[in-house]
């Protein structure tokens, strides 16, 4: 149940620097769409993971920072490809649309994607840490008002 409201409330984890306000709003919708379908290949037995929109949006941002080296663009190249024609039902240009990835290129994109999964669940998990500390804190709060007041 966890991750089922996960996938519509966890931040997406984009490369600090300020770029994530450029974020298209059209990532963001496929961002949830996506992680909803990785919620029921979970229950399938899947490993949950990051998805390609996640990991679009994450590299978008990093390529905003600084040039990205030839493994990490084509990885962004071939991610955007697939993002774009499940969003948006369009394909990306032919001359700079990667088809496929050698295998340590897709060992560098299931790493990432692994990164990514693992950082919104322990952002997720502080939150609910940092919630149930604030309602500790209310609790008590109110009960001491109660003691003082005797009520």
């Known amino acids: 149940m966890d991750d089922l409201v996960g996938a519509v409330t966890d931040p997406i984890i984009l490369m600090p620097g300020g770029w994530g306000d450029t ?7 496929q961002i949830t769409l996506e992680r909803l379908a990785q ?4 229950l399938k037995g899947e490993q949950p993971t990051g998805t390609d929109a996640e990991v679009c949006a994450y590299l978008y ?3 905003l920072e600084a040039p990205m080296d030839s493994d990490w663009t084509q ?3 071939y991610v955007a490809g697939q993002v774009v ?6 394909e990306i240009p032919e001359d700079i649309k990667v088809d496929s990835l050698s295998d340590y290129q897709m060992a560098l994109l299931k790493d990432l994607k ?3 999964y693992g950082h919104r669940v322990n952002i997720r998990k502080e939150r609910q840490r940092a919630e149930k500390r604030q309602a500790k804190a209310e609790t008590a709060a109110r009960e001491s008002v109660q003691l003082r007041l005797g009520v």
């Not at 974020?23 to 919708?29: E, G, H, T, V, Y």
């Not at 919620?39 to 979970?42: T, Y």
């Not at 024609?85 to 369009?90: E, H, R, S, V, Y």
């Open 23 to 29: 974020l298209p709003d059209w990532i963001k919708s």
């Open 39 to 42: 919620n029921i290949r979970a």
């Open 61 to 63: 941002t990093r390529s």
């Open 75 to 77: 990885i962004y190249l």
């Open 85 to 90: 024609a499940k969003a948006k039902g369009t």
């Open 114 to 116: 692994g990164w990514i």
